[in-house]
């Protein structure tokens, strides 16, 4: 039995749509463009409430972010949609110079994160987005696990001075958080407490985390889950404080291991407490076609990847 | 109007300033900075409605200028600075550690009047039409200008925000182009030809003037006043004007040598001694 349960599997980008309509609700100053992508990033709702702030720009997304760094400069919150690929790798260099560089109020909202796009393949399935905006100076990295965090998160970031990169998803996924969530940027979530083994995951992964937790207890492994929604900054103190418990750790993402959060943990646990540590996540490869569960399987992303990684990483100690 | 001797007289001290500062760190972009000093000059003394002493990024207000062709940043410098936006005695800092006047413009390290990072080309259009955007949901009646390169128009964004910018009438912003015809290479019709750049932008939409000197002052001056008739007809506006690369230098026109090389020590003499000191060197 998993200590979580959920009564409906939700979208993460039907979250984004919600708490976007909301958060444009309570403040007049957020604007949003979409490239010609408004119902799949669940934005029809703002566009249909407020035509006056959403601006459809057209399958030219380099355009939409310098408009959005534009528009922050009178005060304006502009968001910004298109798929994960379209948000990072195509408009790189625009963000970094017109949005981070320039230290610009835009949050680049990115669905159909990773694999479980689907049936689209690789072109579309990108892998390597957290690690490009991580990288980027003066960027906040933000990975949500369900309906109700990507809700929450929306409009956390709308408050939060500065850029920010908010990646969710396409496929329906348990909705486990509370509703009512407060959203503290750059805080780890300790969703089950443990002794054995430490299991820090991202987005789509925590669901599998929590399952692959559930299991391990059937085995006599008791392992402490975080929910790692903000990957920079990364809450130091929190894993830290897990690590000197448990002495052992297993990162799990639906992203390629370079440059994903199993590298920034790697990274802090490397010059603050050297730790075992097993990666759940694409190995150096491109995705393909398939359905979201076949390609979780194939890529090594599913509960039972996270669970052998733990029995792994436990002997490691 | 400002008085028209009085904005030639500073032009000669931008220039002054230009070859200065690239020539004090061997490094910048000389040529470029030169053609456009008449429209920096007449734009930041005569034609913005600005506020050089109390800065703020949101400028509401205010007119915005962005510079898309951030390279030619010694002429923006210059201007800014004699403008009142910083000292002038700051653009001796120009391309040195710790400087405010990095080489290419930044928002980063907080100089005055500048509102975005430029330096990678063909950004600054969709800016510029962001911020335009911006003033009307706030009822802002001021203007949005931008000065790019023609060799930048090479750039697909460029097109792009030219597309949104007709399609969806900002028609409260004045894009200028600095129609020098050379760019790194060579000349833009060797290297990467804009063909017919008028047709181009009429064919997208826009309302598109020309300035057929954008080395004459006066010129200039009517050129963007004209351009400003047009504002608030559905239509956005793009001058091409035709400027001269290297302007106010003898050795540096004609050619496209001098787009990003400083002069040496015999050649920035040569240079000033064809550029009156008017206003006092920084």
């Not at chain 1, 076949?294 to 039972?304: F, I, S």
């Not at chain 2, 912003?173 to 932008?201: C, P, W």
Request: net charge neutral.
């Amino acid at each position: 039995m998993t200590k979580y349960s959920f009564t409906e599997k939700k979208d993460t980008r039907s979250g984004f749509g919600a708490g976007l309509l909301e958060i444009g609700k309570q403040d007049a100053n957020v604007v949003a463009l979409c490239a010609d992508l408004t119902e799949s990033l669940k934005m029809d709702a703002f566009a249909k409430e407020f035509p006056d702030r959403f601006f459809q720009v057209g399958i030219a997304e380099a355009n939409m972010i310098g408009m959005a760094a534009g528009l922050t400069i009178g005060g304006k919150i502009p968001f910004t949609g298109t798929f994960a690929n379209f948000s990072t790798g195509r408009v790189y260099d625009q963000i970094r110079q017109s949005v981070a560089y320039s230290d610009k109020n835009v949050k680049i909202c990115a669905s159909h994160a990773g694999l479980t796009l689907g049936e689209d393949g690789a072109t579309h399935q990108i892998l390597e987005d957290i690690g490009l905006m991580k990288m980027l100076p003066n960027m906040t990295v933000i990975n949500t696990c369900d309906f109700n965090q990507t809700k929450a998160a929306t409009i956390a970031v709308a408050k939060h001075h500065g850029p920010v990169y908010l990646r969710f998803g396409r496929p329906a996924v348990p909705n486990f958080t509370a509703p009512d969530q407060k959203f503290e940027i750059g805080k780890a979530v300790v969703l089950t407490e443990g002794k054995d083994v430490t299991i820090i995951a991202t987005g789509h992964l925590v669901w599998k985390a929590i399952e692959a937790e559930a299991k391990l207890a059937e085995a006599g492994i008791s392992a402490e889950v975080i929910n790692i929604h903000t990957i920079k900054p990364l809450d130091e103190e929190a894993i830290l404080k897990s690590i000197a418990k448990t002495k052992c750790v297993v990162t799990a993402e639906e992203h390629q291991m370079n440059g994903g959060l199993g590298d920034s943990v790697a990274q802090l646990l490397s010059r603050k407490s050297p730790t075992p540590q097993e990666f759940v996540a694409v190995n150096d490869s491109f995705g393909e076609s398939g359905t979201p569960d076949e390609l979780m399987k194939k890529y090594g992303l599913e509960t039972d990847n996270i669970i052998e990684a733990a029995k792994k990483v436990i002997k490691r100690k | 109007m400002a008085n028209i001797s009085e904005l030639k007289k500073l032009s000669s001290q931008v220039r002054r300033d230009i070859v200065r500062m690239v020539h004090a760190v061997n490094s910048g972009h000389p040529g470029g900075s030169l053609g456009c000093v008449e429209f920096f000059v007449a734009l930041y003394n005569d034609i913005l409605k600005h506020n050089p002493k109390n800065f703020t990024m949101d400028g509401k207000g205010e007119d915005l200028f962005f510079l898309s062709n951030g390279h030619i940043s010694p002429v923006y410098y210059s201007v800014l600075s004699r403008a009142g936006y910083f000292p002038v005695s700051e653009l001796k800092t120009f391309r040195k550690l710790n400087t405010r006047l990095q080489g290419h413009p930044t928002t980063h390290e907080n100089l005055p009047g500048v509102r975005i990072a430029s330096g990678s080309l063909g950004q600054g259009m969709s800016v510029a039409v962001g911020a335009a955007l911006s003033k009307k949901l706030n009822k802002d009646n001021s203007v949005v200008y931008s000065l790019h390169g023609d060799g930048e128009l090479q750039e697909g964004q460029i097109w792009e925000a030219a597309l949104y910018a007709a399609a969806n009438k900002i028609d409260n912003y004045i894009a200028t182009v600095d129609y020098n015809g050379r760019q790194i290479d060579g000349d833009v019709d060797n290297v990467l030809s804009l063909g017919n750049l008028k047709a181009k932008f009429e064919a997208f939409g826009w309302t598109t003037l020309e300035i057929a000197n954008g080395n004459d002052m006066e010129q200039v001056i009517s050129g963007i006043k004209n351009a400003q008739t047009y504002l608030g007809k559905g239509k956005p506006v793009i001058i091409l004007m035709r400027t001269e690369m290297g302007y106010g230098v003898d050795y540096m026109m004609g050619t496209h040598k001098w787009h990003g090389k400083a002069p040496n020590d015999d050649q920035l003499k040569a240079a000033l001694g064809q550029l009156e000191e008017t206003l006092g060197d920084y």
